[in-house]
């Protein structure tokens, strides 16, 4: 069922994406296709699909908002192509396929990314009926605030230092700084962003805010299991090489099983707080378990 | 006179730069101070103080304005440290001093631009005390799509597709597309700002886009004419650069004396432009004259 209502968002996404994306024959050509080549060349959509959760569960209808939302993809595609690039995780594939900077070169990795970061804060920008501009301005404030050099930002640095001194001693609120930043912020401001665009404020946007923080957690907790256990055709990606890069793990930190027990806490943190939101159509829950328990 | 009112300005802008961007004690230290060289290294402003002398000319008061007018000052920065990357122009020397990246290395040459364009949105999204939210929306909309794949980074990729291709034909139509998107349209996209966030609509918006846009293609003429005829030390960048390396600039394509009477048309429009705007407090004029006279 949770399958059903996942492919369904993601297939609205999906659609989303493509009907606003510049075509490729806008000039100039070779950025757009650059752009629509990083962005839709599969991806799970997770950070949009939680904001469309976010906001049924506040009791909103989506559809005028499915423009805002897409933009949170852009967001997570800019951070991907550009941390691939050579001077930073210097990857060659992702999502199963080659890297953008690969296909297209640097330069042009470089100004996608940047392309797709500044198309992102144009579609949150644009007016949307229904929504107050208050509050658009504030879920947009929300996201920005959540990439910056004290958030998603920050974490990318974070991540590239303790990389640098691999071989230290690994420290825990070092790792706990990383993934809190480099990918807590922006699925917990996913969540934020459907419930405030959605008129959620008060006990509910707080319980919104527990169940974005949880998961954001243990959203990276599942993406080091998995590193460390599947194979790179399963993931699209490089496998097994955070730990070749000597980049700080949960697992390489604190052992499999305390990420392990870890994880399940934070699930059951998320789970709490979904069912605390209440609402008609709520399936914060299940996509929570889904996360957790994804195997790729 | 103009000199003692744009040193005022100036100061204005660069205590708000300094006031808001995050400490360089503020974790990751590294990407705060990458930040605050790229930004407090000099520079003239001209967006900012355009901004400011929009606003003014449409009769606001600029105090409350300066936060979301001053991060025009950080998409500026942001577009030279990333043009200035290696995999772009590859240049060493920018505001007489070395570039981000040479000081800090290519990773954080990337991640610095990235977060001076995120800390833009930030500043352009915090609530303005007196400035209706609809408004600032907007604002922020125009200043976005005038920086989009379409706009200052779509004019970047075409300056990179005129430099591969030196030798063929330079065409005109082509550098007036790199002038008018590469610098042309946030200088007008500034003018806009300030106007909109000062309440200013219809008639007087209009000679303030005209205004704006004028000047943004004037301003790159005279760059181009200034590369061909100072020396490094004047302009704090690499002079005669764009010739050697083979970039279309408005000498190299219809000649200098072409060059200098578009550049006398266009300062006459920006000119009668400011003059149809009126207001008390009205330097657009003698500023359009500075930009356009200036000798670095």
Redesign the interface.
Known sequence: MIDDVLRERRAAVERTLDANL?ATD???A???EA?RYAVLGGGKRIRPILAIAAAEAAGASVEPLLVPIAALELIHT?SLV?DD?P??DDDDLRRGRKTTHVVF???????????L???A??WL???IPGV???R??QA??VV??A????GM??G???D??ATDSAGAQPSLNHLR?IHRNKTGKLLGASVLLGGILAGASGEKLAALETYGSSLGLAFQIVDDLLDQEESSATLGKTAGKDAAQGKLTYPSVVGVEAARTELAALLEAAVRSANAIGGSVNYLAPIARFICERRS
């Not at 070169?105 to 392309?115: K, N, Q, V």
């Not at 990439?147 to 004290?150: A, G, P, T």
Request: proline share 8%; hydrophobic share 45%.
């Open positions: 510049p806008t000039p100039p070779v950025i757009h752009m800019y550009h690039l001077a930073l070169g640097e330069a042009m990795g470089i100004l996608a990314g940047d392309a970061l500044t198309e804060f144009s920008s644009r007016p107050a501009a208050e658009q301005l947009l404030r920005a605030e990439i910056d050099s004290k930002i920050g990318q640095v974070a590239l230092e700084f």
